[in-house]
């Protein structure tokens, strides 16, 4: 099986518009595990990502992360992680990162959200995979926060991937997980 190219892949952490429990739409805030896991992650698999969120002091503080441990003593106390942090950028909305996205390959991205529900216009792991390896057109994979992306973004989306399902009927898995199954299943050598 072929491996896909990772860097027409790149990811987002969605901070707004999500819904909470109550199914409203809210901004949640950044967590610093977050940013620390994702960085990894999206270096381990060779994808950029982007954290979104409108909100000016979430912005700031993930720039201040990544700063530190890019330029601070976090960049001369753990090179690692400096090299990690190479894949992330802030972004103010899903909208300016597809522009983003479109100013550097030159076509705007395909988004794909993903769900733990099982949504209309779902697309398997395996043809995602597929269309990633025949395809020169970069693609956005979208996670939400909170309890999941918010309506508006499931109707605009191109493609929501399947549901990472897991044994019983519990499915709510901690997003820096999903991220990370996710990827492996997309980009991983098997």
């Known amino acids: 099986m072929k491996t ?7 990811l987002a952490l969605v901070h707004y518009p999500v819904v909470n429990k109550h199914g409203e739409v809210v901004t949640t805030s950044i967590t610093n595990f977050d940013l620390h896991d994702l960085a990894r992650t999206s270096k381990t698999y060779g994808v950029s990502y982007y954290i979104i969120t409108p909100n000016p002091a979430q912005q700031n503080m993930a ?8 330029e601070g003593i976090g960049a001369s106390f753990n090179p ?7 894949a992330m950028e802030v972004s103010e909305s899903i909208a300016d990162t597809c522009l983003t996205i479109e100013k550097l390959h030159g076509k705007p991205p395909t988004l794909i959200a993903t769900s733990a529900r099982s949504i209309k216009n ?11 390896t025949q395809n020169d057109r970069p693609f956005l994979l979208l996670f939400g926060t909170g309890w999941g992306l918010a309506p508006e973004v499931l109707e605009k989306v191109d493609f929501i991937l399947e549901p990472i399902c897991g044994v019983g009927s519990y499915n709510h898995l901690p997003v820096r997980s999903a991220v990370a199954i996710i990827l492996d299943r997309l980009l991983g050598k098997f």
């Open 122 to 132: 779902n697309i398997s792991f395996n043809k995602l995979r597929e269309d990633l």
């Open 63 to 70: 720039r201040y992360i990544h700063n530190y441990w890019q």
């Open 80 to 86: 690692d992680r400096s090299e990690a942090f190479d």
């Open 4 to 10: 896909p190219s990772p860097s027409l892949l790149s």
